[in-house]
C-alpha cells in the first residue's frame, strides 16, 4: 500500500514564503511524474507545479516566477518552495504522483490528502 504525506502549509501574510513537502511511502517499484496541485472554494482542482523523473518541470503560468518545484528520488520525496505568495494562492494544495507499486505492472495516480494553504491580505 502506498501513501503520500504533505507537510507544511499554513497561514501567512502576502508577500511571505511557505514551503510543502510531499513524501512517498510503502510498497514502491518507481515513481514517474510528481506533482502539486491545489483546489480553492468553488474552483476546479488545477496544476501547480509538475517534475518528471529526470528533473524536466512546468509550472502554471500564476505562479511562474514565485514558486520552485523539487524532488529527492532517492527519498521519495518532492517539495514546492512557495514566495511571494499572494491571496489568490489560498487553496488546499495535494500532492501527487504517477507511481508503479512493486507488485504491478502499471503505473497510476495517487493523491496526498491535502494541506491549507491560507495567505491573508
Known amino acids: 500500500q502506498v501513501q503520500l504525506v504533505e507537510s507544511g502549509g499554513g497561514l501567512v501574510q502576502a508577500g511571505g514564503s511557505l514551503r510543502l513537502s510531499c513524501a512517498a511511502s510503502?510498497?514502491?517499484?518507481?515513481?514517474?511524474?510528481m506533482g502539486w496541485y491545489r483546489q480553492a472554494p468553488g474552483k476546479q482542482r488545477e496544476l501547480v507545479a509538475r517534475i518528471t523523473s529526470v528533473g524536466s518541470t512546468n509550472y502554471a503560468d500564476s505562479v511562474k516566477g514565485r514558486f520552485t518545484i523539487s524532488r529527492d528520488n532517492a527519498k521519495n520525496t518532492v517539495n514546492l518552495q512557495m514566495n511571494s505568495l499572494k491571496p489568490e494562492d489560498t487553496a488546499v494544495y495535494y500532492c501527487?504522483?504517477?507511481?508503479?507499486?512493486?507488485?504491478?505492472?502499471?503505473?497510476?495516480?495517487?493523491w496526498g490528502q491535502g494541506t491549507q494553504v491560507t495567505v491573508s491580505s
Open positions: 510503502g510498497s514502491i517499484g518507481s515513481i514517474n511524474a
Open positions: 501527487n504522483a504517477d507511481l508503479r507499486e512493486r507488485s504491478r505492472i502499471v503505473s497510476r495516480s495517487y
